[in-house]
Structure formats: C-alpha cells, structure tokens
C-alpha cells in the first residue's frame, strides 16, 4: 500500500513554515496524519491551527534540531503518542548570506547540526521501527545546493552535499527492508528562509528573480514518494543544470567558478561602500574621538 494512503501517518521537520507547512496540508489533503516539528513553539501554534483548518488530524511536537537529546525525545513522544511515521520528510534547515570566514565558529555548528545532522539523528531515532514494519519512505529536502556548490553559503552548500550523498548511500542500504529515501533539491523559493538579516543587505543578481513556489515543490516531492522516485529537482531544468556541472566539469567549472567569486567579490565591495558611508554619516568630532578610542584598545 502506498505510503500516502489515508490513514497513514506522515513526520514533517520544520513544519511550522514554508516548504513544510504546504507538504503538511498537502498530506493532510489526502487523508494522512500528520506530525509538523519546529523549534519555535509560537510558530507551531499559528501552524497547527492554520492545518487544523484543512484537517483536523495534525498534532505538534516542538523539537530543536540541533540538540541530539531534544531529537531523542521527541521521537520518543511521537512513537508513544502517534506510532512510527509511514513518511517522515526531513525538511528543516536555515542558511545564512555569509562567507565561511566571516562566519562564527557557533554559526558553523548551527548549519552543519539542523541541516545535516538533523536529518540522520531524526532518522536514526525511527529507522529501528520502520525495519521492523518492513516499510516506510524517508524524504530529505536538499538543494540545488546540493549539487553545485554555491557562496556565500560556502556551509550551508556543504551540509546539503552530505544530504544528498548521505541520501543515495541510505537507499541501497534500507532497499532490504523495502524502505524508500527520496531526496529533493528544490531552486529558490520565497519563504521565511530568507528573513535571515544577512539576505536583507545583498546585492540583487538575477537569479533572485528566479522563484518557485511552495505549492510546486509540495506537488514534485508528493509524486516522487508516490513513484518511489529517488531523487528530483525542481524546476526540472535544475537537474539538467546538475548534470552539465557533473558532465563537462571543463566547461562548467571555470564559468561557474567566476560566478562564485564574482558573487563573493560583490559582497565584500558592497560591505566596503557601506562602511564608508557609515563613517562619512559621522560628525568629525565623534569620528576622532572612535579613532582614539580604538588605538587605545
């Protein structure tokens, strides 16, 4: 029977917003249970009653990602409340519009723990009783990042790297117990993922303009667990994209090697032009007293 069959109970991370909340009322459309994760209790609570309005069968488990006791814990309550999940979509994640070097030592381990650790340990903490039923479809929401390495989100590029590695080897390894894992790799969508206020200062290129929506990438992963497709990209020409990076890296590498550091060039001249503003807005008496006070320190 499919894993979207009525009845079913779906675990959606990161359920709160965006991607996660539409694939939530998408399930609950069909007639599955569903079990939205977040660690923002507040969030949870508009989410949850914003779903109930679609169905009433959604519940709410608040859970940081990032902390592996927090992860222990709330599959517990799920496997004690709920079952285990039919579908579990691993869909939380953030990234921030920061070079590596100018990110802190903290902001590293954040990235790397929800957008990639996240995802095994919540798998991790059900996977024993999905080989036990013999059945059950993983799904993790990657990147176009993924594939083709961007900056600057140097990190949050590698994290979703690992998930799609991480994907393909998780697929032949649970193909035994007749487990799915899907991975997607969707391209820019507009969502609370970029409130971030590091989005806020950055340059505007053209490929900000190129958006999908939720509702497309909601639909795209909802067929795949129904195909049993391993992997999508949406839009599809992402995938071609992903393959001509892979296939004629002798081309595609310097283009996309300039882009890079164009981008990450951009960044810093706009940081260095607003500096100078910034001490240009400041009277001459203020300035020099900053200055003094600086050499001091």
């Known amino acids: 029977m499919s894993g979207l069959a009525p009845g079913r109970l779906a675990l959606v991370t990161g359920g709160s917003s965006g991607i996660g909340k539409q694939i939530a009322a998408d ?3 069909r007639g599955l249970r569903v079990v939205v994760l ?13 779903l109930s ?4 069968k959604v519940t709410s488990v608040t859970c940081d990602l990032s902390d592996r006791g927090a992860i222990r814990e709330a ?9 285990c999940p039919d579908v579990l979509v691993n869909n939380a994640g953030f990234t921030t519009y920061r070079t590596f070097e100018g990110s802190s030592a903290e902001e590293i381990y954040e990235l790397v723990a929800v957008n990639f650790l996240g995802a095994l340990l919540c798998t991790k903490a059900f996977l024993p009783a999905m080989i036990e039923r013999r059945s059950g479809t993983v799904v993790n929401m ?3 990042a993924g594939s083709i390495a961007f900056t600057p989100n140097g ?9 799609v590695a991480w994907s393909e080897i998780l697929r032949h390894e649970l193909a035994r117990f007749d487990i799915d894992v899907v991975v997607v790799c969707p391209g820019r969508v507009e969502t609370p993922f970029f409130d971030h206020e590091t989005f806020q200062t950055r340059a505007r290129g053209p490929e900000t303009r190129e958006t999908t929506t939720v509702e497309a990438i909601s639909r795209v992963t909802l067929d795949a667990i129904a195909r049993r497709r391993p992997s999508v990209f949406v839009p599809r020409s992402l995938g071609f994209a992903a393959w001509a990076v892979a296939a004629v890296p002798f081309i595609s590498r ?7 550091r164009r981008r990450v060039e951009t960044m810093y001249d706009l940081a260095a032009s607003r500096a100078v503003a910034r001490a240009s807005s400041v009277p001459t008496s203020e300035a020099t007293s900053r200055s003094t006070a600086g050499a001091r320190e």
């Open 254 to 260: 310097p283009i996309l090697g300039w882009l890079m």
């Open 75 to 83: 599959a517990n309550t799920v496997l004690r409340e709920h079952g």
């Open 53 to 56: 309005r679609v169905a009433p």
């Open 142 to 144: 990657a990147s176009i």
């Open 27 to 29: 399930l609950l459309r």
């Open 155 to 163: 990190t949050y590029s590698a994290s979703k790297h690992g998930l």
């Open 38 to 50: 977040s660690h923002q209790p507040d969030r949870l609570v508009d989410a949850v009653a914003e």
